[in-house]
């Protein structure tokens, strides 16, 4: 693997520890603020260096779309926090937005991980990659919809009356 496969690999491990650490705990803590930076930080530098692989195609590919898609889900989700807008709504963009950024990182890895199964051939199996990403999208989707409203509910007051 190359130095930038081994950064773009140590900053995808870290977001994915920090993001489920997020999505286990209580929200609006400082320790989710926290813990959602690092998730953000990390997020960015994964996709930055995602931008910067061509190792798989050779030219622009599928994956750097996804990337591109991976930043506006985060620029979608952290600015409704920056701005507090809109005004009564913007908590629960932020809580959609970044629930679909990690349901997207969590389709990565698994998609990553079963794309390289030993027996596989070559070492990548697009279709691996399709059937994943759409499981795991569809399962993330239906968890969202069910949790969200509870996980927002449990957020702290002050975070949830409209500013």
């Known amino acids: 693997m190359s130095q930038i496969g081994w950064i773009h690999t140590i900053f995808g491990l870290v977001a994915l520890l920090a993001g489920t650490a997020v999505v286990l705990m209580r929200k609006g803590t400082r320790?989710?603020?926290?813990?959602?930076h690092v998730y953000f930080t990390s997020m960015l530098a994964l996709n930055g260096t995602a931008l910067v692989i061509y190792d798989l195609f050779g030219s622009f590919g599928p994956f750097h779309w996804m990337a591109l898609a991976s930043l506006a889900t985060l620029a979608a989700g952290m600015i409704p926090v920056f701005t507090r807008r809109p005004k009564g709504g913007w908590l629960e963009l932020h809580a959609g937005f970044i629930s679909g950024s990690y349901v997207g990182l969590v389709a990565a890895f698994l998609s990553e991980i079963t794309s390289r199964v030993p027996g596989g051939g070559s070492g990548?199996?697009?279709?691996?990659?399709?059937?994943?990403?759409?499981?795991?999208?569809?399962?993330?989707?239906?968890i969202i919809r069910h949790n969200l409203p509870r996980s927002i509910g449990r957020t702290p007051a002050r975070f949830r009356k409209a500013s």
């Open 124 to 142: 990548f199996s697009a279709t691996a990659v399709l059937i994943t990403t759409v499981l795991t999208i569809t399962v993330g989707a239906l």
């Open 31 to 36: 320790g989710h603020r926290t813990l959602g």
